[in-house]
């Protein structure tokens, strides 16, 4: 592995990295070192989490060696019995520990799979809820704190029924004390748990004192409830939060409340319950632990409560009442509940919720307490530093819809709110702690200056990193007007309009001609979407079909759901139409700032286009988007004379950049990795002002071009893609499946050519699925890892299923329709330039290991091949028409070991030299160009001059003459014009 040296620091990375790359380790080495904060922004593909890890870890190495057992001096665990479990507090050996945080588990899997593909063996852990890594099957069926308090029920030593998991514990980690010396996920934590027994949730919980990196999920450190159960060592620490994008928002909302009067009327019913247990026990039982006098207590405080959200006056339903922060504690004052008396009204409402649990326990009863909502949200208010938080604070009461039972009933359907809009409270928590250094990164960080106004800390060390790609890789476009000349601008007063509607599905038809594959269109809301699809399925349209069903005949539609619970659905539907052969490709209709516009990897095919159909703003109307502006108004007004006012972020400049980071999530789905290639399409004129374009991502903006003519788009768009296809043949399919391939079939490992870790070519073409499989350049896999779905020893994928089998190449199957089958005997196509009209084509699937095996053909189309074989891999073999025999000339024919002829051998001895003498990226080109011809995609006369290119120089020019031989007759002239012209002008 190549080693660089970076600011003093050694840092050992898997790849050849690129500049970019370099001067990204660069940045987290300067943070760590100077004990400072840095934002740090790489787009998607470039590599970023990868070298996060490298340079930190190469840094955090330089101090001293990591944790894992061959390090340690003494590897005796120094407790005793379960007494001691969560008792000690390390942290590293006393060197600062790192915490990486991202935002769901799926993105830590990711990360945890890039430890992996490093050298770096630092002992860490990865942190989960009990949901995820609890193995006791009379507690894991429970959800949120039903399940809590079930397990603390079960593992405290007074109960008479005890987890046997975690009692486990001690000994297993004394005789494991290497657990966590190499990367291990969830899953791994979670047969651990099954197979020899002990908790994985208390192990964590227990392993994570004495580590050098933990991954956690942004809740551990963003929640105050959960970073104290923390055991870590917070002086000089560094936490890393990735995909930090959203990080405003979440730690807004994790210092947020909103209580609905249907919340609180099941609070009030739970305590009336919690009285009633109470006083049955004492007469029965004669058990006086629970005092039925508190429950009733609190029930009264929460009437009350109820009682006075209900009073307040509201003039105008839509403004709602709102007052300063502050008014809470005036409001909580009237009930008796202060700073003094809330810790006891906490304790009491706690104690009501575990008793609860208790008695569903005891009765089998499924369900979760909600008085615990209520202990959470007093806790909130009733912080450890008093009240000086409370004016970025707003109080807020709503007045909802009501329905038909509560306006009998005489009840107002009111939510108590008691918003946090200074997201950096959190993070001032935080550094408080003496933390070293925070790095947040992500794709889309731009711009930094508010964000790090928001987060109120100082980020002296930034960067904003271009992409690995080439510019001809991606085209970017405002297309201002549609095909009839209509302005497209989808802003409040122009949105509803049948014209504008019109035009955009017009726009979107001639897209989905142009564009192959996957094309993403996101409109700025659910409500924009489903308007312009009712419109265009059952609008006035001049044609005989409407404009949906001219979409349809073009590629297959897929809708986003508003409802998350059926997104996987739809998500199904999109792989399964993006498989299907019979069509030119799908659209996906999704919205900005939904589950298809972030964290979601949409590679290669997936995503050819995206389509940008507006600026995705927040509703003006809300409550909480017009309270967060006036807040921000008046922080402006209330700052410094000493600050120019024009650099502090106000209300609209909030405004503003919130719809911009959605526009870059959602654009970021379409170039995914160094060698990929899309286009990205601004459908709105208003992108084509110059202070909209500064938002967009660094790395896109010198590509924007502004079209005042929309006939000039489509030629442009039609003519990218055509180039770009042709440039890169062979990487027509999506890396995940890539992946899958690469891990099943077996590589060649030299020294100069060491084995892969994935693959790099999925070819699909419309009718063609065929896979090329070579060795993997040295490109950081920033995006390679994606989640697989194990059946047995069967993976499937996008409605694939991979089949293993020993000793053969894996078969590729979709249902039934496709079969695998193997030959001791190779047959390769024979190729022409001739344009004769497509002939039914019949395939041979075989095993180029394998010699026992009885062979098989189909009628559909599978190809599987890999280039370290030194042949063109498993080759479909073309029927002839009738009278045609032998009329056209192969461009190049190879049998295997089977081969004949001359001809075939000499073919296949060019192919070998051909590999020999090309590095990895030119003999990936000339596998794609003879892949293309045989396609029909090009003509062989317009590759002949690449191919000429490709074989120039001293020590290649027996290629170039070789070729010849392959070429067929009436094409040789050309190909040695071709020849003379190129050495004229060496």
């Not at 897929?558 to 299907?580: G, R, T, W, Y």
Request: charged letters at 25%; proline letters at 5%.
């Amino acid at each position: 592995m190549p080693i660089y040296s970076i600011r003093g620091i050694d840092v050992d990375f898997p790849f050849e990295a690129y500049q970019s790359q370099i001067i990204y380790m660069d940045r987290v080495i300067e943070s760590l070192q100077n004990n400072c904060h840095a934002l740090l922004e790489s787009p998607t593909g470039t590599g970023k989490t990868l070298c996060l890890l490298c340079a930190t870890l190469a840094w955090r190495k330089s101090l001293g060696c990591f944790s894992t057992r061959k390090d340690r001096k003494n590897s005796d665990i120094p407790w005793k019995d379960s007494d001691d479990l969560m008792s000690q507090s390390g942290g590293g050996g006393g060197f600062p520990t790192i915490v990486y945080a991202s935002r769901t588990h799926s993105q830590l899997r990711q990360v945890i799979k890039e430890l992996k593909r490093s050298s770096y063996r630092p002992k860490m852990v990865v942190l989960g809820s009990r949901e995820q890594l609890c193995v006791n099957e009379e507690v894991n069926s429970l959800r949120g704190k039903a399940l809590t308090n079930a397990c603390q029920y079960l593992c405290k030593k007074r109960g008479k029924r005890q987890c046997n998991h975690f009692n486990r514990i001690p000994d297993y980690l004394k005789h494991n004390p290497h657990i966590g010396d190499e990367p291990v996920d969830i899953e791994d934590l979670v047969n651990i748990g099954k197979d020899s027994g002990p908790c994985p949730y208390y192990i964590t919980r227990e392993v994570h004192k004495d580590v050098d990196i933990i991954f956690a999920p942004y809740n551990y450190l963003i929640s105050n409830g959960y970073r104290k159960y923390l055991k870590v060592n917070w002086n000089n620490s560094v936490l890393i939060f990735d995909e930090a994008h959203n990080l405003e928002s979440l730690c807004a909302d994790s210092a947020s409340f909103d209580l609905p009067s249907v919340l609180l009327s099941a609070c009030i019913s739970e305590a009336q319950e919690c009285v009633e247990l109470a006083a049955a026990r004492r007469n029965s039982l004669n058990d006086v632990s629970m005092n039925p006098e508190n429950f009733a207590i609190l029930k009264g405080l929460l009437l009350k409560l109820q009682e006075l959200i209900s009073k307040v006056p509201i003039p105008k339903r839509d403004e709602g009442f709102t007052k300063p922060g502050p008014y809470i504690y005036e409001m909580l004052k009237s009930l008796n509940i202060t700073h003094e008396t809330a810790p006891k009204l906490i304790g009491t409402v706690e104690e009501a919720a575990a008793f609860l649990e208790e008695e569903k326990q005891r009765t089998a009863t499924n369900g979760v307490s909600k008085l615990e909502i209520i202990a959470d949200m007093l806790k909130l208010i009733f912080r450890e530093n008093g009240s000086n938080h409370a004016d970025v604070y707003r109080v807020h009461i709503q007045e909802l819809e009501q329905n038909p039972t509560d306006v009998i009933k005489g009840k107002v359907s009111r939510t108590l709110s008691w918003w946090c809009f200074s997201p950096g409270i959190t993070m001032l928590d935080i550094a408080k702690k003496g933390v070293g250094s925070i790095i947040l990164t992500s794709g889309t960080l731009s711009p930094m200056d508010s964000l790090a106004q928001e987060l109120k800390l100082d980020f002296p060390v930034r960067l904003e990193n271009p992409h690995v790609i080439s510019s001809n890789q991606l085209w970017a476009g405002v297309v201002s007007t549609g095909p009839s000349g209509y302005v497209l601008n989808s802003s409040y007063r122009n949105r509803d309009v049948p014209e504008y509607k019109q035009e955009l599905g017009n726009a979107i038809v001639n897209f989905s001609r142009v564009v192959p594959e996957a094309l993403l269109i996101f409109f700025p809301s659910y409500y924009l979407m489903d308007s312009c699809i009712s419109f265009w399925k059952n609008g006035c349209h001049r044609n005989s079909m409407t404009i949906w069903e001219r979409i349809c005949k073009l590629k297959k539609p897929v809708i986003e759901p508003k409802d998350s619970s059926l997104f996987p659905a739809a998500m199904q539907d999109f792989s399964e139409k993006l498989q299907d052969r019979s069509s030119w490709g799908v659209v996906f209709f999704a919205v900005c700032r939904g589950k298809v516009s972030e964290g979601l990897d949409f590679a290669d095919g997936a995503g050819r286009a995206v389509v940008i159909t507006g600026l995705p703003y927040a509703r003006v109307t809300d409550p909480r988007v017009k309270l967060k502006r006036d807040f921000l108004d008046e922080q402006s007004q209330r700052a410094d004379v000493k600050v120019s006012r024009s650099t502090l972020l106000s209300g609209s400049m909030w405004y503003s950049q919130e719809a911009a980071r959605a526009v870059n999530q959602a654009i970021g789905r379409v170039i995914r990795h160094r060698h990929d290639f899309g286009a990205i399409i601004f459908c709105d004129d208003r992108f084509e002002q110059p202070s909209q374009q500064s938002k967009i991502s660094l790395w896109i903006r010198p590509n924007v071009k502004c079209y005042s003519r929309y006939g000039e788009v489509i030629s442009d768009l039609a003519r990218f893609f055509r180039i770009e296809r042709s440039n890169f043949p062979g990487r027509l399919g999506t890396e995940q499946e890539n992946n899958i391939v690469s891990t099943l079939l077996p590589m060649e490992s030299t020294k100069d050519n060491p084995t892969p870790v994935s693959g790099t070519n999925n070819l699909k073409d419309f009718g063609i699925a065929q896979i090329e499989l070579s060795t993997l350049e040295k490109i950081p896999p920033a995006n390679r890892a994606s989640p697989l779905e194990h059946d047995g020893n069967n993976v499937k994928w996008k409605g694939l299923t991979i089949l293993k089998h020993t000793g053969k190449i894996p078969r590729i199957v979709k249902g039934d329709v496709m079969q695998g089958c193997s030959s001791r005997k190779t047959k390769l196509v024979e190729l022409s330039d001739d344009e004769e009209t497509p002939v039914e084509r019949r395939c041979e699937v075989v095993d180029l290991e394998c010699d026992n095996c009885e062979k098989q053909t189909c009628k559909t189309e599978v190809l599987s091949s890999s280039s370290c074989f030194n042949t063109m891999g498993l080759i479909r073999k073309r029927k002839a028409p009738e009278g045609q025999g032998s009329a056209s000339s192969s461009v190049l024919t190879v049998r295997g070991n089977g081969g004949g002829d001359k001809k075939e051998a000499s073919a296949s001895a060019f192919l070998s030299q051909a590999k020999e003498k090309l590095n990895t990226e030119e003999y990936k080109k000339f596998i794609g160009y003879m892949q293309a011809l045989k396609k029909k995609e090009i003509k062989l006369a317009n590759v002949m001059q690449s191919i000429v290119q490709l074989f120039c120089g001293r020590e290649r020019d027996h290629l170039l003459m070789g070729f010849k031989d392959f070429v067929p007759v009436k094409y040789r002239p050309a190909y040695e014009e071709c020849i003379k012209t190129r050495k004229r002008e060496g």
